[in-house]
């Protein structure tokens, strides 16, 4: 566990992702050596400077690890005008490159992948890819179920997993996920009444409190 009082440092990391494209990535490494790498995707409209992910990056760096966050905003222009083929060619090779920008062979030992929505898919291409060594484990923040490039994925992966959705989320299909915790090791949070953003009608009080049941489970997976 990291000592409250240990000093974090903070850099952005230029990476050359699709196509060429200049990814400006968060790293935020512990005071001292780590060996352990956790590694944070966006979703399309959903930034590592917000709540959930924003958080997640606290309990991580918390916990004891180094965390990149990959910082590529998927609203843009330029996005949005790509085939769907070509989406999802974009979002893996940024999670690749960001990968392999960061690692050096036999520096960690543990990698935790933390994604939200379509950075699940990210988080999908990266552990099946073959590329990671030692301890690796996924935390899936509203997955998008319904999508067969990431399940055709998933039912390959057999590392541990945190799974988080709520079950107003339109991506969220419970019958895949049994599916999926019938071959895995998975630990779900399901959340009644939650959307996609994990927020209910009921208000900020309640969205509140389900962001520390997110983040408390968090927690728990990563120690």
Known sequence: ?????????RSTVEVAGYRGRTLRNHLVRQGGP???????FPG?????DMPLLYYATCV???AGADVLQVHHDYRSGVFSTLSPEDQLECVAADALA???DVSAPGTCSRVTLVGKSLGTIALATLATSGELRGHVEAAWLTPTLKTPELTSRLRGWSGRSLVVAGDADPHFDRDILAELEGQGDITSVIVPGADHALETPDGPT???GILTR???ALDRFVR
């Open 1 to 9: 566990m990291a000592s409250a009082s240990r000093k974090l440092n």
């Open 34 to 40: 780590a060996a352990w790498l956790a590694i944070v």
């Open 44 to 48: 399309l409209g959903y930034t590592c």
């Open 60 to 62: 991580l760096t918390a």
């Open 98 to 100: 960001s990968y392999r």
């Open 206 to 208: 309640a969205n509140l």
């Open 214 to 216: 997110v983040m408390d």
